[in-house]
């Protein structure tokens, strides 16, 4: 059985005051049953005062035999909310149709996460310096780890396959590709 919300909520808050980037995946957000206002804000709210840095929200998805399932289950459990169901995952559809009702959905918890003073996006870390020096001193590292030269392994000296600078494009096909490749089709 998974931990209890406030059990996780306090161990989120422990990793953030050590300085660990943290935040929350909000999904399946269910149409109907964890959508509501009331239930978005707690999550984010909650998320902030935690010390989480983002709330991730994600719809939810249906093919197949997931859409059969989630179907039985709700008539089952929740047989009101089928008709919406319905209507937002018709056969064939992968998700919510029409996309406007999901984009509502989004809209209220980046909303609420401008609120908080919190991101609605994981946040990406940004490495200082020059990106591509940053690139060949790893690459100089590696290949002497390797006992290479720098640059050998991506031109491909290491393992005799000759591949120009530039790379050999898709899957070793098209532009750029090494003529002493063999030609896999």
């Known amino acids: 059985m998974a931990p209890k919300m406030e059990e996780r909520y306090e161990a989120m808050e422990q990793i953030a005051k050590a300085g660990i980037l943290t935040g929350i995946s909000m999904m399946p ?47 089952e459990r929740f047989p009101d909310l089928l008709p919406l169901h319905k209507r937002r995952y018709p056969a064939g559809a992968y998700c919510e149709v029409p996309w406007g009702d999901w984009h509502d959905t989004a809209r209220r918890v980046k909303e609420m996460c401008a609120r908080h003073g919190i991101r609605d996006r994981m946040p ?31 031109r491909g000296e290491a393992t005799g396959v000759g591949v120009p600078e530039g790379g050999m494009g898709h899957r070793g096909h098209g532009a750029g590709r090494g003529a002493d490749l063999p030609d896999d089709g």
């Open 29 to 75: 957000i269910l149409p109907g049953l964890c959508d509501t206002d009331e239930n978005l804000e707690a999550t984010v709210r909650w998320t902030a005062e935690h010390g989480g840095q983002f709330v991730i929200a994600g719809g939810l998805t249906l093919v197949d035999q997931q859409r059969a399932f989630f179907f039985k289950v709700l008539r």
């Open 124 to 154: 990406r870390p940004v490495i200082p310096g020059d990106k591509r020096a940053l690139l060949r001193q790893a690459d100089r590292r590696s290949a002497g780890e390797r006992g290479v030269r720098h640059g050998a392994a991506r």
